[in-house]
Each structure stands twice: as structure tokens, then as C-alpha cells.
């Protein structure tokens, strides 16, 4: 079926939760060899929709006055960083679904915080000093959503949540694959099939042209 069609069962078949319940995309993959470190695909899908509330981590220091009272962001500074631990780093990767940083702090953040960030596909995007539009950041940072395959031939993603309306849910599965297709070597001749549901629902194979 096709995503609007997949979407609309994908409702149907799921139990109302005392949650809002998200849409999970698996993208099931076909010949890839994932032995083979250069196959061991981590990137990130820039969503045209925003998915609910996504807190974004934001190393800052010179940037920092700018980013004060911003929703759902939370602000580390240089002095902060320096003193984070690897057990401080846990609960802020676990607290932080996306992280910016200023291209400045990034040695030190790889020092810190590599070994927790890194096997979490979650190092900072740097962001030059001085940026202006630091709405623009925060704003593709709330639509970004981290994807990767490391063991298992799937790539999971988070396309929706089950109070957005549909068609913002099928764009941003559209988007999801079309990002997903450019990283595979062999691009969508790799996709063997697609599914689609909620959090607590059954999945539903859908079709995406």
C-alpha cells in the first residue's frame, strides 16, 4: 500500500494509548555486507516536519547570551564541559536527542565526551562563532533525527507523532527514505522492504515511490 494508505491503517490497527505515540519507520536492507566498516552506514534525515518536543544539547560559550529562554535547549558552557565526566555525559546524551556545538569546543568535546557521543551517533554538529541566525540552527536541529547501521541490516527512524496530520507524516517518510537512498552504496536497489508503525501498534509494509 501506499504511505498515505499505510499511515491510515497504521492508525486503524493501534490501540489508544494514554500517550502520544510516535511513528517508527524500518527500512529492512538487502545486500549489504555489514563486515565491511565502509557499509556501516550513520548519517542524519533533516525531516521537513518537526517531530514533538526535541531537546537539543548546545555547547556554547561566546553564543551562549544568545541562547538563553530558548525552548527545549540546553546550554553547556566551556567551564561546564571541562569538568564533565563520562558518568555526567551519559544522562546528558540520554537527556539530548541532537547536539550543536562551536567549532572551538569540538577538540575538547572529542576528549570529553568522544567515547559516550561517538557510538551514540551523536557528536555536535560545529557551528562557526559568530553565527547569526541561531534560530535557523535550533530550528534544523528540532527536524533532525539521527540514523545509523552498524549490526542489523535496518534503519530505524522516528518520521511522526500520531498527533500531526498525516500528510506532514508522509512527507517526512518520503524524506527518510530519499535520505536513507543516498547513502547506501547501491543507492534504492539495496531497500528490500519498508514498514511503518506506532509505538505500541503492529507494522504495516508500506510502498514508498
Request: net charge positive; hydrophobic share 40%.
Amino acid at each position: 500500500m501506499d504511505v498515505m494508505e499505510g499511515i491510515k491503517k497504521v492508525r486503524e490497527a493501534s490501540k489508544k494509548r494514554n500517550f502520544v505515540q510516535s511513528f517508527d519507520l524500518s527500512v529492512n536492507l538487502k545486500n549489504i555486507d555489514l563486515k565491511r566498516p565502509e557499509n556501516r552506514i550513520k548519517g542524519e534525515v533533516v525531516l521537513p516536519h518537526p517531530v514533538g518536543n526535541r531537546t537539543i544539547g548546545f555547547f556554547a560559550d561566546s553564543l551562549a547570551p544568545k541562547l538563553e529562554g530558548k525552548k527545549n535547549v540546553i546550554v553547556i558552557r566551556k567551564s561546564q564541559l571541562e569538568k564533565m565526566g563520562k558518568k555526567d555525559a551519559k544522562k546528558l546524551a540520554k537527556k539530548c536527542h541532537v547536539f550543536l556545538a562551536e567549532a572551538p569546543l569540538m577538540p575538547i568535546i572529542g576528549k570529553n565526551l568522544g567515547q559516550v557521543l561517538g557510538p551514540r551517533n551523536k557528536l555536535p554538529k560545529p557551528v562557526p562563532p559568530g553565527t547569526a541566525n541561531i534560530d535557523s540552527l535550533i530550528n534544523t536541529a528540532e527536524r533532525t533525527v539521527k540514523i545509523s547501521v552498524k549490526t542489523s541490516p535496518v534503519v530505524h527512524c522516528i518520521v511522526g507523532k500520531e498527533n500531526m496530520k498525516d500528510e506532514e507524516i508522509a512527507e517526512n517518510i518520503k524524506t527518510a527514505v530519499k535520505t536513507i537512498e543516498t547513502l547506501l552504496p547501491r543507492g534504492r536497489e539495496q531497500i528490500k522492504s519498508i514498514f511503518l508503525k506506532l509505538t505500541m501498534g503492529p507494522a504495516v509494509e508500506i510502498k514508498v515511490i
